[in-house]
C-alpha cells in the first residue's frame, strides 16, 4: 500500500507570495504523482503531475519538485492569487496497483 | 471544465437502503475509477473499471459494487447504506490503460444517509 502525508493541514499567505506545499509518501514503488486542487463544493481539480522519472516539472505559475531518496513531493505556486485558495491534494500511484492515494490536504488561505 | 459529469449531484437516504450513482466519462477515456471522500479527509479509492470489468479494487466491502457500460459510462452501487456512508463521492477518468495516465474528476455526488 502506501501512507500519504501533508506537512500542514493549514497554510495562509499573502497574495502575491510564493506558496509552497509539501507532501511525503512512504513506498518506494510509488511511480506516479498528481497535485489535486479542490475548491469547495466541487471535485478535485488536476494542476500537474510528475512520473518517477524526473525530478521537476513546470506548469503555468506551478512548480513540482520530486525527491525520491527521501520520498518528498512538493507544489510550488508562484506568485499566489485570491483564486489559488483551496484544498491541495497530493495523489501518489505505486507500481504494484491503479490507485491513488491521497493524503488529508492542506487548505491555503490567500490573504489580500 | 473536465468534461466528467455525474448525477444526482445530492442524496438523501435511509440506512438500509440501497443506492446509484452515475458517472460519465470525459470524451475517449476508458477507464473510470471511484472515490469516496468524508468531510475533511482526501479520497479514498474504492474500486476502478477498465473495458467493463472491475480493475482493482481499495478496501471497501463488498456492499460497495460497480458497473461500466460499452459507452464507458459506470455506475456505483452501495447496498445496505450505513451513516458512514455518508460522503461525497467522485469519480475520475482517465484515458487509455490503466497505468500512468492523467485522471480527471467529476464534480461529485453529496450522499447523506440518515
Known amino acids: 500500500g502506501e501512507s500519504v502525508g501533508l506537512h500542514l493541514p493549514t497554510l495562509s499567505v499573502q497574495e502575491g507570495d510564493n506558496s509552497i506545499i509539501n507532501c511525503a509518501y512512504s513506498?518506494?514503488?510509488?511511480?506516479?504523482f498528481i497535485w489535486y486542487k479542490q475548491e469547495s463544493g466541487k471535485g478535485p481539480q488536476f494542476i500537474i503531475d510528475i512520473r518517477s522519472n524526473m525530478d521537476k516539472r513546470q506548469g503555468q505559475r506551478v512548480t513540482v519538485l520530486l525527491n525520491k531518496t527521501v520520498k518528498h513531493l512538493s507544489l510550488q505556486i508562484a506568485a499566489t492569487q485570491p483564486g489559488d485558495s483551496a484544498v491541495y491534494f497530493c495523489a501518489v500511484r505505486t507500481n504494484t496497483g491503479n490507485q491513488f492515494y491521497f493524503g488529508t490536504g492542506t487548505s491555503l488561505t490567500v490573504i489580500p | 471544465e473536465t468534461g466528467v459529469t455525474q448525477s444526482p449531484t445530492h442524496l438523501i437516504k435511509t440506512r438500509g437502503q440501497q443506492v446509484t450513482l452515475r458517472c460519465s466519462s470525459q470524451?475517449?477515456?476508458?477507464?473510470v475509477s471511484w472515490y469516496q471522500q468524508a468531510l475533511g479527509q482526501g479520497p479514498q479509492f474504492i474500486f476502478q473499471y477498465y473495458r467493463e470489468e472491475e480493475n482493482g479494487r481499495g478496501n471497501f466491502p463488498p456492499r460497495f459494487s460497480g458497473l461500466q457500460f460499452p459507452n464507458y459510462s459506470s455506475e456505483l452501487n452501495v447496498n445496505a447504506l450505513e451513516l458512514d456512508d455518508s460522503a461525497l463521492y467522485l469519480c475520475?477518468?482517465?484515458?487509455?490503460?490503466?497505468?500512468?495516465?492523467?485522471?480527471?474528476f467529476g464534480p461529485g455526488t453529496r450522499l447523506t444517509v440518515t
Open positions: 475520475a477518468s482517465s484515458l487509455g490503460g490503466p497505468g500512468l495516465r492523467e485522471q480527471y
Open positions: 513506498n518506494s514503488a510509488s511511480d506516479y
Open positions: 470524451s475517449g477515456h476508458n477507464t
